[in-house]
């Protein structure tokens, strides 16, 4: 797809926030076609709590448009803002709300400032580029300055505020830079290349375009373990693609790499034996011992999995299969049972601790197992907070089975990572709804608490949610099947 670079296109604080996240995406936001966009829970949850963070800020409803702004009323949302960068660029935005303060403006004695919410615990380089460009255009449309901006987010405690300073040199050296290293990759006819730092590359639209290229092409970001940093030290040695990295020599290419620290020299081995398997689409197993000998004698197990808000360090679901092992030895699929425990802020941690710590002494002898290491930390942790003496966390820590550290521990997969999602649909499981992810999860259950007064859309939303984690747990087993499986051959 080839397209010609139209001077007189428009530079918007989206096509900015874009780019500031990878310069790929905002040239996709621009000429890419619509219909591959996947949708994303992500953006969805951004702007929820923007709702939520914004209505704490101003309680009652705020005006509209320019009109609002000239009757001086608290808040203001609604609001086109256009005008000229710093280079002559024609630039656009939508302050999500303007926050009357103390001055003089073209309206009277009164000017506004931008607020933005924050999603997350960090202020990041996406936000003050954001509030400088906002501040700019205010400027130039209430004919008075715009020293300050604030970022806002809604918590459990009330709202967190960050004030900005916009007029600061260097903010303002870089939102020059960053417009005009915008504008120059809207100019070209092909999109830029793969961001380096793939990683969040799972919250974005353009994913599934952009998979397909890494894929295709070879990219060194398909290879489990390598971030953005490895991928820059193995070109910089002369390796860009998979096939490249699997033909490599790993005791030539330890000592190349070891130059640029003893811990990529160490892993080089490791880097090629998984290029190699990718390359080839084989398995390798790497370690022959049983992966899981506890369950030999297990009476049964219970299969954990934790829905969670990142951002604010909330467990709200605990989800267990239990799972029963039948007395010809083998395991009750059909008649597994789902157990979830929903942690509600107004009963408290101590009421969900109880909770768990009945659920795991009834099955006392039981193994639990879960894939990464979150489950455990976040149950550890919580117990300790609970008061739970040493020798009881001891017990509960030795019926911990991490599924996933297994799994790395004795195989090799042809796989650019070891997610749940990926391993266990490459096992052949597959989650009875489409699509979905832990994003769309915590959108669920943030719906399901708003709607209280909505009792149909609450058991919907409730309903999704539990699903979801009972799969969940259900592809822990599929994977676990897979490494008994193995050992049974």
């Known amino acids: 797809m080839v397209i010609p670079y139209q001077a007189s296109h428009v530079l918007t604080d989206r096509l900015l926030h874009s780019w500031v996240r990878c310069n790929r995406k905002a040239w996709l936001d621009r000429y890419g076609d619509q219909t591959s966009r996947l949708w994303s829970a992500h953006r969805s949850l951004e702007l929820d709590h923007q709702q939520k963070s914004l209505s704490e800020l101003i309680p009652g409803k705020p005006g509209k448009g320019i009109s609002a702004c000239e009757e001086g009323l608290e808040g203001v949302m609604g609001l086109r803002l256009k005008g000229i960068g710093p280079s002559e660029e024609l630039l656009e935005a939508h302050p999500p709300l303007l926050q009357r303060i103390a001055g003089t403006s073209c309206w009277g004695e009164f000017v ?103 894929a295709t092409t070879g990219n060194l970001s398909e290879v489990s373990g390598i971030g953005s940093k490895r991928k820059q030290i193995l070109q910089a040695v002369g390796i860009s693609k998979v096939h490249e990295l699997a033909i490599a020599d790993p005791i030539a290419l330890g000592n190349s790499l070891q130059h640029f620290g003893e811990q990529h020299g160490q892993i080089a081995e490791q880097l090629v034996a998984q290029a190699k398997v990718q390359d080839k689409g084989l398995t390798e197993r790497i370690n022959y011992a049983e992966a899981i000998p506890e369950l030999k004698q297990a009476p049964g197990v219970l299969l954990y999995d934790i829905e969670s808000d990142p951002d604010i360090h909330d467990d709200f679901l605990h989800g267990f299969i239990r799972l029963n092992r039948e007395a010809n030895g083998q395991w009750d699929l059909k008649r597994a049972k789902y157990h979830p425990i929903l942690a509600l802020h107004e009963h408290g941690k101590a009421i969900c601790w109880k909770r768990l710590k009945k659920k795991l002494t009834i099955y006392k002898d039981w193994p639990v197992l879960h894939y990464g290491e979150t489950e455990e930390i976040s149950l550890i942790r919580l117990a300790q907070k609970q008061g739970t003496n040493e020798k009881e966390l001891e017990e509960l820590k030795h019926r911990f089975i991490d599924i996933h550290a297994r799994l790395r521990m004795h195989w090799r997969l042809p796989l650019n990572n070891y997610g749940l999602k990926v391993v266990a649909n490459w096992t052949g499981f597959e989650w009875r709804d489409k699509g979905v992810d832990g994003a769309r999860a915590l959108l669920w259950w943030r719906q399901w608490r708003d709607a209280e007064n909505q009792t149909n859309r609450r058991a919907k939303r409730l309903r999704y949610l539990l699903k979801y984690n009972q799969d969940d747990c259900l ?14 051959v």
């Open 112 to 214: 506004y400032r931008p607020v933005i919410a924050r999603q997350g615990r960090k202020l990041t380089r996406d936000h003050k580029l954001t509030l400088s460009l906002l501040g700019l255009l205010l400027e130039q449309l209430q004919k008075a300055p715009v020293p300050f901006g604030i970022v806002i987010s809604k918590i459990h405690t009330g709202l967190e505020h960050q004030t900005i300073s916009l007029h600061q040199a260097n903010l303002q050296k870089q939102l020059k830079n960053s417009l005009l290293k915008l504008n120059a990759d809207l100019s070209r006819s092909e999109p830029p290349p793969l961001t380096l730092d793939r990683r969040k590359c799972s919250l974005c639209s353009w994913r599934g375009l952009c998979n397909i290229e890494a």
């Open 475 to 488: 592809a822990t087993w599929a994977v676990t099947q897979w490494l008994l499986n193995q050992d049974s």
